[in-house]
């Protein structure tokens, strides 16, 4: 079991515990770095689209996860990231421009919308976001001349420096070192918020507003803020995803991507950057898993390929409840009891992770 020592205050909010830590992290970036010359093009194509669930996951993890705001249309903020972004590419303006720019627009759009939603909490608020998700897909139809409407609209190649950075260029390798290189800087400085005073804020709201009132803490501000930055993130993660689908109507936000979202933080790990991880990697790969259990079906029943209306979604809500009921804390949660474990063996108890049924007096007076 390893023990750190600690001498100062200052350790407590270091971005790694100790240099073993730090190197690990490397050494995670440089294999990743290296996957597409070990990987096949198809399997490349799907980590990028982990990579694009996994900054979106982020987006989310800051509203729900840390400052504990639950939404329901966080899909919205992604369809406004990739159409901005397609909007910018045809005026002219560089990938280098257009990205962050894109990201801006969703998150002064959540900003807004966090205005008139500040006065509710909870599942209140929650019905809120669905509402704007569910009505993202008739903006998106009466905004026809910018958006395309039914009939969508083309995501332009992107070049950066006069290198192509187009999915099908080379094999995919390019646009996904891009999605990597996107991941790797918004989670470092997402680690980085975690450790000021802002991300402090965040978590005192989530735990109990009343107690971070009176601390001081400006509930409102911070609440518009976390739903700026979380929108913003979002919104570059609905960029990326306008390249790596190319060609896209409002079909690909319908109200179901945002349940999605919301699936994988909780499936992930709520309150945990390494939960958008976890989680996006079950979105982006259980579809695969589900078409692979199809054919493998029908092959042993001689049925060809099994097809059942609406399993996707049964999948994914079965396993959203089997979270809920058997282990809140997600993936990650597990991970880190079963590494918790090991490292206290043969000391580690079974009741050690049971969980607290207590709260702070100061819930009941929400």
Not at 67 to 74: E, I, K, R
Not at 207 to 212: F, M
Not at 252 to 262: G, H, K, P, R, T
Not at 282 to 311: D, H, K, Q, S, Y
Request: proline residues 3%.
């Amino acid at each position: 079991m390893k023990t750190i020592f600690k001498t100062d205050y200052a350790q407590d909010v270091r971005l790694f515990e100790d240099r073993t830590d730090a190197l690990r992290y490397l050494a995670l970036i440089a294999a990743a770095a290296a996957a597409p010359f070990l990987l096949s093009e198809y399997i490349l194509g799907e980590l990028t689209y982990v990579l694009i669930w996994s900054l979106a996951g982020l987006g989310l993890m800051i509203l729900a996860g840390h400052a504990g705001q639950p939404s329901l249309g966080h899909g919205a903020f992604l369809a406004a990231g990739a159409y901005m972004e397609v909007w910018l590419a045809q005026q002219g303006l560089p990938f280098l421009l257009s990205f962050p720019l894109a990201g801006l627009f969703a998150g002064v759009v959540g900003a807004l919308l966090a205005l008139p939603a500040l006065r509710i909490s909870g599942i209140y608020l929650a019905i809120a976001t669905l509402a704007f998700g569910v009505l993202t897909e008739d903006v998106i139809i009466l905004l026809t001349p910018w958006t395309g409407g039914i009939e969508g609209v083309f995501a332009e190649s992107i070049t950066i420096l006069g290198v192509d950075f187009d999915r099908y260029a080379s094999g995919g390798r390019p646009f996904y070192w891009l999605c990597l290189a996107s991941v790797v800087v918004i989670t470092f400085l997402y680690a980085n918020l975690l450790r000021s005073p802002t991300g402090r804020a965040f978590t005192a709201i989530r735990d109990s507003e009343v107690s971070a009132r009176a601390m001081g803490v400006n509930v409102a501000a911070y609440k518009t803020l976390a739903f700026g930055l979380s929108c913003f993130v979002t919104g570059l993660a609905g960029a990326l995803l306008a390249h790596f689908m190319t060609f896209f109507n409002y079909e690909a936000f319908l109200v179901i991507i945002s349940i999605q979202l919301l699936l994988m933080v909780t499936v992930g790990g709520l309150g945990s950057i390494h939960g958008a991880f976890f989680g996006a990697a079950v979105i982006g790969l259980l579809p695969v898993i589900v078409v692979i259990a199809r054919e493998e079906i029908g092959g042993l029943f001689g049925a060809g390929n099994v097809t059942i209306p609406g399993m996707d979604i049964a999948i994914f809500a079965a396993i959203l409840i089997g979270f809920i009921i058997l282990e809140p804390a997600g993936l990650y949660g597990r991970w880190v009891k079963i590494r918790i474990w090991f490292e206290l063996f043969p000391l580690a108890r079974k009741d050690m992770f049971r969980r607290q049924k207590s709260y702070l007096k100061t819930e009941r007076m929400r």
